[in-house]
């Protein structure tokens, strides 16, 4: 016996993934939006969202690096509770989900002193963290505006920053966090589907002593 459907669709943590992302990415926008109301500088709200990247941060050792911080969702892994899944169908999950923040500086005099470009980085990587976090646990966000019963909960399990290296050789304008993301939903797997009866009736009477009995008359179809 094979499938009779075809697979063409994505998996939850698939979708999951992409939600995280867009989420980001409108509520960066919503952020300048509101920063520029209230006489703000906008830039302070900004970050370049992106998804499945290996090496974002490249960009910052252009000749004329945007300093914007680059956030970089991407899935780590997944583990299944079999306790509370069911073997046909349905596999409830947690997956982890990796936000790499990045921050760049450059090392500048403004007047009053030295401003080292390592520690302009990680001030950047700093505000970059806050902004996702703040955004991903609002409560607008508990269940990632997804559909009802896509996502259970979502939860921040660490943050941890970091140097990216070039050949093992640490960058020193360019400091790094990571946001380990977790989230718990249900995975689907295709399914048998039932031959369709031609023919369903149902007949319910009563014997004297009350007891219920039912009669049913059904065909399968004709080959």
Known sequence: MVLTTLIDKQDTAEIIRDQIAAILAFEVANQKTLAIAASKDPALWDL???TERSNPWEQFLSDNPDPTPIVNVWFDNESFDKTASNVV??????GVFNIDCYGFGISADDGTGHKPGDREA???VQRAIRLVRNILMSAENTYL??????A??????SITSFQPAIDSQQVQQIVGARILFNVSYNEFSPQIEGDILELLSVDVNRTEDGQIVVE???NY???
């Open 89 to 94: 169908e349905r596999q409830k999950a947690t």
């Open 216 to 218: 049913a008359d059904y």
């Open 48 to 50: 370049k969202i992106y």
């Open 221 to 223: 179809p004709l080959p």
């Open 145 to 150: 505006q997804l559909p009802r019963g896509t």
């Open 122 to 124: 990680a001030f950047e």
């Open 152 to 157: 259970w909960d979502r939860f921040p399990g």
